[in-house]
């Protein structure tokens, strides 16, 4: 069992940057949760992969449209992972979510846990 907990999300004009929070919270089995990841759901649009990292080691996964512009890090002895974006587009306009699974993907169907999601908007 994970509990995730976004924040940070808010509105911010196209070019401007904002960091998401998720705190991980009664984690039972940190093996099922090695795994963190970012992911968005924009209006009328599937969810999608962002951004993915292990807690321990292992690659880091970012989507096309985010590399260079998106930065994953974590903090263990939080046990936060973060999301800083900067040179944001409204694009980027979306329902951030963030999630845990065993192992990292850009693909929600491997996620088991996840969070209740901060909105992010970006105006033009």
């Known amino acids: 069992q994970v509990q995730l907990m976004e924040s940070g999300g808010g509105s911010v004009q196209a070019g401007g940057s904002l960091r998401l929070s998720c705190a991980a919270s009664a984690v039972t089995y940190r093996s099922a949760s090695a795994c963190r990841g970012w992911f968005r759901q924009a209006p009328g649009k599937e969810r999608e992969g962002v951004a993915t990292?292990?807690?321990?080691?292992?690659?880091?996964y970012y989507a096309d449209s985010v590399k260079g512009r998106f930065t994953v890090s974590r903090d263990n002895a939080k046990n936060t992972v973060y999301l800083q974006m900067n040179s944001l587009k409204p694009e980027d306009t979306a329902m951030y979510y963030c999630?845990?699974?065993?192992?990292?993907?850009?693909?929600?169907?491997?996620?088991?846990?996840w969070g209740q999601g901060t909105q992010v908007t970006v105006s033009s």
């Open positions: 999630a845990a699974s065993a192992l990292c993907s850009l693909y929600p169907e491997d996620f088991n846990y």
């Open positions: 990292v292990y807690i321990g080691s292992g690659p880091t």
